[in-house]
């Protein structure tokens, strides 16, 4: 049976690291399956005119195709040209959300993300990814620093 990592990416050093660990665990669990998710950050609260509504979906398409051109495929391929099974997400919404959703619908038996030291007055708030995201999971979740 193929065991399922879910890694989130975010574009930097961090998920770098997150990616290393992950190929790191599938090394040692055999056959695995990594799967490389980058998620743009989007509120559906967020307020808009009726003119950017308009191109709203544009916008999003060519955010998802930014995504994948620097952070996602440049990533994925470098772990199959090493030998690794990949699949790879890019979505639009709330990444602790998603990458649990993730997990859940694709029976992964766990989340890698790499820890973010930001302290801005949202997260302190809200808290940040790597928070919520051990507060709702329904797996287990590796915080690589």
Known sequence: MTTTLVVGL??????????????????????????ICYV??????TFQTPEE?????????????????????????AARDEGFTVED????????????????TRGATQIIIGRVATKGMMERLFGGVSARLIATSS???TIVP
């Open 53 to 77: 509504n308009e191109q709203r979906h544009q916008r999003r398409e060519e955010e998802i195709a930014l995504a994948h051109e620097r952070v996602v495929d440049p990533a994925a391929k």
């Open 89 to 104: 997400h890019v979505a639009h919404g709330d990444a602790a959300e998603i990458l649990d959703r993730l997990a859940r």
């Open 40 to 45: 743009i950050e989007w509120s559906p609260y």
């Open 10 to 35: 975010d574009g930097g050093p961090t998920g770098q690291k997150a990616l290393d660990f992950a190929k790191d665990r599938a090394r040692a669990l055999g056959d695995c399956l990594i799967l």
């Open 139 to 141: 797996v287990p979740v």
